[in-house]
């Protein structure tokens, strides 16, 4: 019997079967998938993710070829820039697109003894007090001690064993295209640009390749090239030369937060459990989910009382609560438009100008743990933050 099954070989799961792999505990990932995604549907990681990899040794070998890694200048919180070179705060950042970042941790993950079987799509899961059960199409069953669902916003897992998903849904669709050569986008500057009827994005991760972004009232749907720039043309009234698509796709930003992030032997992570309605949160939370419960997972599966599993939805589901706020702060600066929006935008920007504000957000960005301060001891010493714990490293 496998001592994790881990459904989803995305990034978190992937990181998850390697933190298992730490600890010597047998990992075993399914994916639907045939082959891994070519999509870059993430372009870096940020805050205690960076820390993480720096810890298991691995930033070095992660970062080799990045554009950029290190310690950013300024980072975006929404549409308002969060000046961060004249602070002394941890926050770091690291540009790598998806499919290489998925590439390295399966790497790593069967370096360290995984098993990852693609073309394997779970069709339903049953647990009894001993393990879980997961039935595969073709007659096929795997049977192993605890089940993660690492496998999205719309996690089938989650489904199974009946874990709510509340939350919000935007009423604007964002297309995003990465195009070969620089765009000829007169009158355009890099980042967000605003028109009366949306907004557009101007912003390059590598050399050779810009990325554009669309953003108006409507619905996700497939993308095309003429479908992009009918959408850039509606946005700003006129018609713009794009360059080369590479990729094209289309998001509609969800604010969810599961109920739960464990169902007796099944477990949930990275966006099965949360959906964060602004960028570069999503990663940084999902990864430092998977390094949390491979501690606690391993630690019961070497002998630890099962008390310690619980521990994992009480550390990170308030984490989530946290990022899910100010992601929502982001996203609500981001549509707010007009005077009003631009009258917002400059306040928070003299704001964040000062230090404590924005050592604060810094913190927010980062990742770091709320301090904990118990019913009624308002006047003791509070707690220091502290970062990320190393999981049997």
Same mark, same amino acid.
């Given at each position: 019997m496998n001592?994790?099954v881990?459904? %989803?070989?995305?990034?978190?799961?992937?990181?998850?079967?390697g933190?298992?792999?730490?600890?010597?505990?047998?990992?075993?990932?399914?994916?639907?998938r045939? =082959?891994?995604?070519?999509?870059? @549907?993430?372009?870096?990681?940020?805050?205690?993710?960076?820390?993480?990899?720096?810890?298991?040794?691995?930033?070095?070998?992660?970062?080799?070829?990045s554009?950029?890694?290190?310690?950013?200048?300024?980072?975006?919180?929404?549409?308002?820039?969060?000046?961060?070179?004249?602070?002394?705060?941890?926050f770091?950042?690291?540009?790598?697109?998806?499919?290489r970042l998925?590439?390295?941790?399966?790497?790593?993950?069967?370096?360290?003894?995984?098993?990852?079987r693609? %073309?394997?799509?779970? &069709?339903?899961?049953?647990?009894?007090e001993?393990?879980? +059960?997961l039935?595969?199409?073709?007659? &096929?069953?795997?049977?192993a001690?605890?089940?993660?669902?690492?496998?999205?916003?719309?996690?089938?897992?989650?489904?199974?064993?009946?874990?709510?998903f509340?939350?919000?849904?935007d009423?604007?669709?964002?297309?995003?295209?990465?195009?070969?050569?620089?765009?000829? *986008?007169d009158?355009?500057?890099?980042?967000?640009?605003?028109?009366?009827?949306g907004? $557009?994005?101007?912003?390059?991760?590598?050399?050779? $390749?810009? $990325?554009? %972004?669309?953003r =108006?009232?409507g619905?996700?749907?497939?993308? +095309?090239?003429?479908g992009?720039?009918?959408?850039?043309?509606?946005?700003t009234? &006129?018609?713009?030369?794009?360059?080369e698509?590479?990729?094209?796709t289309? +998001? $509609?930003?969800?604010?969810?937060l599961?109920? @739960?992030? @464990?169902?007796g032997?099944?477990?949930l992570?990275g966006?099965a459990?949360?959906?964060?309605?602004?960028? #570069?949160s999503?990663l940084?939370?999902? *990864?430092?989910?998977?390094a949390?419960?491979a501690?606690?997972?391993?630690?019961?599966?070497?002998?630890?009382?099962?008390?310690v599993?619980?521990?994992?939805?009480?550390?990170?589901?308030?984490?989530?609560?946290?990022t *899910?706020a100010?992601?929502r702060?982001?996203?609500?600066?981001?549509?707010?438009s #007009?005077?009003?929006?631009?009258?917002?935008?400059?306040?928070?920007? =003299?704001?964040?100008?000062?230090?404590?504000?924005?050592?604060?957000?810094?913190a927010?960005?980062?990742?770091?743990? +709320?301090?904990?301060?118990?019913?009624?001891?308002?006047?003791? @010493?509070?707690?220091?933050?502290?970062?990320?714990?190393?999981?049997?490293?």
């Open positions: 001592d994790v881990i459904v %989803g070989a995305g990034p978190v799961g992937l990181m998850l079967a933190e298992l792999g730490l600890a010597a505990a047998r990992a075993l990932v399914l994916d639907k045939l =082959e891994p995604s070519e999509l870059p @549907r993430a372009n870096g990681l940020t805050g205690q993710a960076v820390d993480l990899l720096d810890q298991r040794g691995l930033l070095k070998r992660f970062g080799k070829g554009s950029f890694s290190g310690k950013p200048p300024r980072f975006p919180f929404g549409p308002v820039t969060l000046p961060l070179a004249r602070l002394d705060v941890p770091r950042a690291l540009i790598i697109q998806q499919p998925e590439r390295l941790l399966a790497e790593r993950a069967v370096e360290l003894g995984a098993e990852i693609r %073309g394997w799509e779970v &069709r339903s899961l049953t647990q009894d001993q393990g879980v +059960t039935a595969v199409e073709d007659d &096929r069953q795997v049977r001690r605890f089940a993660v669902g690492c496998d999205g916003g719309r996690s089938p897992v989650r489904q199974q064993v009946g874990i709510g509340p939350g919000t849904t009423d604007q669709v964002l297309r995003l295209g990465h195009f070969r050569g620089r765009p000829e *986008l009158g355009l500057k890099p980042g967000w640009n605003e028109f009366p009827h907004r $557009v994005l101007l912003t390059s991760l590598r050399r050779g $390749v810009h $990325v554009v %972004g669309v =108006e009232k619905e996700a749907g497939p993308v +095309t090239a003429d992009f720039r009918a959408a850039l043309r509606r946005v009234g &006129r018609d713009l030369p794009l360059g698509p590479i990729w094209l289309a +998001t $509609v930003a969800q604010a969810r599961a109920e @739960r992030y @464990r169902a032997r099944v477990f992570a966006d459990a949360h959906l964060f309605p602004a960028g #570069g999503a940084n939370v999902g *990864l430092t989910d998977a949390e419960l501690a606690k997972l391993a630690a019961h599966l070497a002998g630890a009382p099962a008390r599993l619980d521990a994992y939805e009480s550390e990170r589901r308030p984490l989530a609560e946290r *899910l100010h992601t702060a982001q996203a609500a600066l981001e549509r707010l #007009g005077e009003d929006g631009a009258a917002l935008r400059d306040l928070l920007t =003299e704001v964040f100008a000062y230090e404590e504000p924005a050592r604060h957000l810094a927010l960005l980062h990742g770091s743990r +709320t301090p904990y301060v118990p019913p009624g001891a308002a006047g003791q @010493r509070r707690r220091r933050r502290f970062p990320l714990r190393a999981s049997r490293a």
